[in-house]
């Protein structure tokens, strides 16, 4: 079973950590060390609508939300479990990567607002190359089409006032250092504007634990148990370079 990463937890200042199996002698030391209260959830397994629920419960309070864990461990079913959650709520989501007929319109025409607003927007998603403006979406690359997805989204979030921002796999078709890049930008984001509103991303990249810097790290086990790390309120929102 996959734990999160050493380095994650360094940068990843914890406090209470929510745990559905009995913890080994290993992580009772390491906790204690670190100052990290470990508390015993009554249920092992939570259903995927279950699991749903309880995350976005916890989440409300937050910023950002990182889903991570190894692959086939259920971020993907988790995620898709919170968005059918949010619809059944009626609460406005937008979703990265939602299906759109874009790839013949130019980027900077995709997007709404101001046309300063839309370069505020191309900037915070990686795509601020003057030569990038005048593209289609066809004529991007796969990691530009990515951001571009990512743009779109918070351009929704924007004008419809959501109150979720869901990405699977999130930066997945990036390099590690842009992948890292954006993720700080997103959280700053996140963090910045009056209005509230929450990110969720699941990704199984561990780097992005510390540039994203969630306000509540999900971890998902290949046996199906789901770990909820909260962060302490005065360490939320500092992403890590």
């Known amino acids: ?20 199996r009995k913890p ?7 906790c204690s060390a670190l100052g990290i209260v470990l ?11 279950v699991a749903a629920r309880r995350v976005m419960d916890l989440a409300r309070s937050a910023r950002v939300v990182l889903i991570g864990g190894p692959s086939g461990a259920g971020k993907s079913t988790l995620l898709r479990s919170m968005i059918a959650a949010a619809q059944r709520r009626r609460e406005r989501a937008s979703v990265v990567g939602a299906p759109r007929r874009t790839h013949d319109r130019v980027i900077l025409d995709l997007l709404s607002g101001e046309v300063a607003d839309r370069l505020k927007l191309l900037a915070r998603a990686g795509l601020s190359e003057a030569s990038l403006l005048a593209r289609t979406g066809r004529e991007l690359s796969t990691g530009q089409r990515h951001r571009l997805s ?23 078709a990036l390099d590690r250092t842009t992948a890292r890049a954006l993720a700080v930008t997103m959280a700053r984001w996140m963090h910045s504007g009056p209005q509230r509103r929450t990110l969720v991303v699941a990704t199984a990249h561990d780097d992005l634990i510390a540039a994203l810097a969630p306000d509540l790290l999900v971890w998902c ?20 370079r």
Do not use: N, Y
């Open 39 to 49: 508390r015993r959830s009554r249920a092992t397994r939570l259903p995927g609508p």
């Open 221 to 240: 086990s290949l046996d199906g148990a789901i770990d909820l790390i909260r962060r302490p309120p005065a360490a939320a929102g500092v992403p890590c």
């Open 24 to 30: 080994s002698e290993t992580l009772r030391i390491a």
């Open 150 to 172: 990512l743009a779109m989204a918070m351009d929704q979030a924007a004008r419809r006032g959501s109150t979720w921002i869901f990405a699977d796999e999130f930066a997945s």
């Open 1 to 20: 079973m996959k734990t999160p990463p050493r380095d994650a937890i360094r940068s990843f200042p914890l406090r209470v950590v929510e745990i559905h």
